[in-house]
C-alpha cells in the first residue's frame, strides 16, 4: 500500500515532493526525480487529472514495464477553479475501495485546493518577477555595453576629425584676412559663413568629444541663458533654414543650470527636426 501527493506544473508535469521509497526501489526513476510527465503516466494518475474527476479501480491495472503493479487503486485530482492543480492517489489496499475512501480523501483534496492554489500562484509570481529582473539585468548589461561602445566611437570619430577640421578652419581663415573687401559684400558674406561653419564644426566636434567622457568626466552644469544659446543656433541654422525655406520661431526662454556646450546642439537638434515636420 502506498500513497502519493503531488501538483500539476506549468508545463504539464506532476511535480511529487515526497515519493515513497517502494516507487524508487521497484519503479523506472531510477534518478529519483519527483517529476512526472503525465503523458507517460499509467492511464490511472492520467484518466484522473484529464477528467478531473475521482477515479476509482478495485481491479488490476495495467501498467508501464516496470511500475509497481497495481491491483487496486484511488485517484483524486485536487481542483481549483475547475482546473486540476494536483493529486491524491492511493494505490494497493487490502480491500477494495469504498465510498467511504472516495469521499476522505476527496475531502481532503478539498481542504488542499485553495492552499494549493495559492502556493502555486505566488511561487510562479516569483519565477516570473525572477526572470523579469533576470531579463532587465541583461537590458542593462546590454546597454551599458552599447553607451560603452557609442562613447568609443564618438571619441575616435571626433578626434579623426579634428586635424582636417583645422586645416579647413586655417584656409577658410585665410580667406577672409586676404581677400575681405576684395572681391564684393556677397563674397565677404560667404567667406564670413564658411569661417563661422568651421568654427562651429570645432565646437560641435569638442561636444562630442565632451559626450564621449560623459559617463566618467560629465560636463560641468552653470547658470546659462537659453536665449543666448538659441541665437546662436538660429545664427548656425541660417543656411539650413534658408534652403528649406522655414521659419524656427522662439519665445522667450528662461536660464537653466547645464552645460552649454550640450545644450547647443541639443536646441540645433530640436530646431532641425521640427522644421522637418
Request: aromatic share 6%; with cysteine; proline share 6%.
Amino acid at each position: 500500500t502506498y500513497g502519493l501527493f503531488g501538483y500539476v506544473d506549468d508545463v504539464g508535469y506532476l511535480i511529487c515532493p515526497s515519493v515513497p521509497e517502494e516507487i524508487w526501489e521497484r519503479g523506472p526513476v531510477g534518478d529519483h526525480t519527483a517529476e512526472f510527465s503525465i503523458e507517460s503516466m499509467h492511464v490511472i494518475w492520467q484518466e484522473a487529472l484529464e477528467r478531473r474527476e475521482t477515479v476509482v479501480s478495485n481491479q488490476p491495472t495495467p501498467v508501464p514495464e516496470g511500475f509497481i503493479p497495481i491491483e487496486r487503486s484511488l485517484s483524486v485530482p485536487i481542483l481549483h477553479g475547475g482546473e486540476a492543480v494536483g493529486l491524491l492517489h492511493l494505490a494497493n489496499k487490502p480491500s477494495d475501495y469504498d465510498e467511504h475512501d472516495q469521499e476522505l480523501l476527496e475531502g481532503l483534496a478539498s481542504y488542499i485546493a485553495p492552499v494549493l492554489d495559492a502556493r502555486l500562484r505566488r511561487e510562479r509570481q516569483e519565477q516570473r518577477r525572477y526572470e523579469a529582473e533576470e531579463a532587465l539585468e541583461a537590458k542593462a548589461r546590454e546597454l551599458e555595453r552599447s553607451n560603452t561602445d557609442l562613447s568609443q566611437f564618438a571619441h575616435v570619430a571626433s578626434h579623426d576629425l579634428q586635424e582636417p577640421l583645422r586645416m579647413v578652419s586655417s584656409y577658410t581663415s585665410l580667406l577672409r584676412d586676404r581677400y575681405t573687401g576684395q572681391i564684393d559684400d556677397e563674397a565677404d558674406a560667404y567667406i564670413d559663413f564658411a569661417v563661422e561653419g568651421a568654427n562651429r564644426m570645432r565646437e560641435l566636434i569638442e561636444g562630442l568629444l565632451a559626450f564621449s567622457q560623459v559617463q566618467s568626466q560629465a560636463a560641468p552644469l552653470e547658470p546659462t541663458e537659453l536665449n543666448k544659446v538659441m541665437t546662436e543656433v538660429q545664427h548656425t541654422l541660417h543656411v539650413f533654414l534658408g534652403e528649406n525655406r522655414a521659419k524656427l520661431e522662439v519665445g522667450d526662454l528662461p536660464s537653466v543650470m547645464g552645460a552649454p556646450g550640450q545644450l547647443h546642439p541639443l536646441l540645433q537638434n530640436l530646431g532641425t527636426t521640427r522644421t522637418k515636420l
